[in-house]
């Protein structure tokens, strides 16, 4: 079964940082693109970030550009997202999402249950 | 970025009407274009992608259409399970955007 199961959030002050993970099973983990897409409470969606299933090129939100960084561990089939310097805006729940295709420019088939980050004051 | 409008942000339905959520994005964006359903406390889940292929395991009862910048979902015959909030994205140019949500209510 593919799965996605993320991990790491929780309460963080402002300014500091957190890192989440997303553990994927079920697939071969490098032949898709993987994304973040984030939803502040009662709010919309937002993508965060994307990490392409071949070379590994990642993209980012202008709102998280320079504060967060994506990567990967392709022998562990783990997705982390390094989140720095946060704001009140980045509290929200995290999901983790897989593109149907390796290029970043795929739809999100799969996504995991995600995980809540609250920035306090 | 890309601007994507949905229309209505929510609407009132009975079980079995048909019903249809519209998704203009500000420039053109070819087929590239997805549709996602989200129920309260869970993850959205990939209804229709390349705006008119139903993703494996969609009833035939929801279908997808539209190019350029016009798009549109509708559920033929609505069902108990439908309701919820819709979302439409857009994959062609980064970043990807959403639309801010269609809620599909019981009337």
């Known amino acids: 079964e593919v799965q996605l199961l993320e991990s790491g959030g929780g309460l963080v002050q402002w300014g500091g940082s957190l890192r989440l993970s997303c553990a994927a099973s079920?697939?071969?983990?490098?032949?898709?693109?993987m994304n973040w897409v984030r939803q502040a409470p009662g709010k919309g969606l937002e993508w965060v970030s994307v990490?392409?299933?071949?070379?590994?090129?990642?993209d980012y939100a202008d709102s998280v550009k320079g504060r967060f960084i994506l990567s990967r561990d392709i022998s562990n089939n783990t997705l982390y997202l390094q989140m720095s310097s946060v704001r009140a805006e980045d509290t929200a729940t995290y999901y983790c999402?897989?593109?149907?295709?390796?290029?970043?420019?795929?739809?999100?088939?799969?996504w995991g249950q995600g995980t809540m980050v609250t920035v306090s004051s | 970025a890309i601007r994507m409008t949905q229309s209505p942000s929510s609407l009132s339905a009975s079980t079995g009407d048909r019903v249809t959520i519209t998704c203009r994005a500000s420039?053109?964006?070819?087929?590239?274009l997805a549709w996602y359903q989200q129920k309260a406390g869970k993850a959205p889940k990939l209804l229709i992608y390349?705006?008119?292929t139903l993703q494996s395991g969609v009833p035939s009862r929801l279908s997808g259409s539209g190019s350029g910048t016009d798009f549109t979902l509708t559920i033929s015959c609505l069902q108990s399970e439908d309701f919820a909030t819709y979302y439409c994205?857009?994959?062609?140019?980064?970043?990807?955007?959403f639309g801010q949500g269609t809620k599909v209510e019981i009337k």
């Open positions: 390349a705006a008119s």
């Open positions: 990490i392409s299933g071949s070379a590994g090129s990642t």
């Open positions: 079920g697939f071969t983990f490098s032949n898709y693109a």
């Open positions: 420039q053109g964006i070819s087929s590239y």
């Open positions: 994205q857009q994959y062609h140019s980064s970043p990807w955007t």
């Open positions: 999402a897989k593109g149907v295709t390796r290029l970043p420019s795929s739809a999100f088939d799969i």
